[in-house]
């Protein structure tokens, strides 16, 4: 299950709030987060947070000099691979649903991070993630027109109580916690 949206609408927040009900359900979740990192209130990048053993690395920041460039941020491809995609591919085995926050154009400018999400998605591993709203590119196309993945999309209207329709949606093909 996937959720989608504008930018900055709350999709992270969403899929936090489903990882938080599925802990307190006893359910042993992977994978990884992003999360903004702010100076003074303005957004200069971004963090990785595995939440199998809680390593945090640097997504991408206005402040790194070397690496590929999106939008006014340089992507840190060491970390997309060291904890992003090591992350993925640890909880295929390791807990009972992988988180993939999220699937976007600086993560998907790592090779690594679209092998272990190929990997992920033909695993039989349930899976909460979010997807870039308007990125084109095959994987996120792919995760789009499968009948197996449903795509919710975030809105300001639904994102105080999207975590419990996806909850509810996902907890039948989970199994006891």
Do not use: W
Not at 4 to 12: A, E, L, Q, R, S
Not at 53 to 58: I, K, N, P, S, W
Not at 95 to 116: F, H, T
């Amino acid at each position: 299950m996937f959720v989608t949206g504008d930018p900055g609408v709350g999709k992270t927040t969403v899929i936090g709030r489903v990882v938080y009900e599925l802990k307190l359900r006893g359910f042993r979740v992977g994978g990884v987060l992003t999360r903004d990192v702010r100076v003074k209130g303005v957004r200069t990048g971004f963090q990785i947070v595995s939440l199998a053993d809680g390593t945090v690395g640097a997504l991408a920041s206005t402040g790194f000099k070397t690496g590929p460039r999106v939008g006014k941020y340089v992507v840190n491809l060491k970390d997309l691979k060291e904890v992003f995609a090591s992350a993925l591919l640890y909880s295929i085995d390791h807990s009972d649903v992988v988180v993939c926050d999220e699937v976007g154009p600086m993560e998907l400018l790592s090779p690594d991070v679209r092998r272990a999400l190929e990997v992920l998605l033909a695993s039989d591993r349930p899976v909460i993630g979010s997807i870039h709203k308007r990125l084109r590119d095959p994987i996120i196309e792919k995760l789009k027109s499968s009948p197996e993945v449903e795509v919710y999309e975030v809105t300001f209207e639904n994102r105080q109580q999207l975590h419990q329709t996806i909850l509810e949606a996902l907890l039948p093909h989970m199994g006891e916690g």
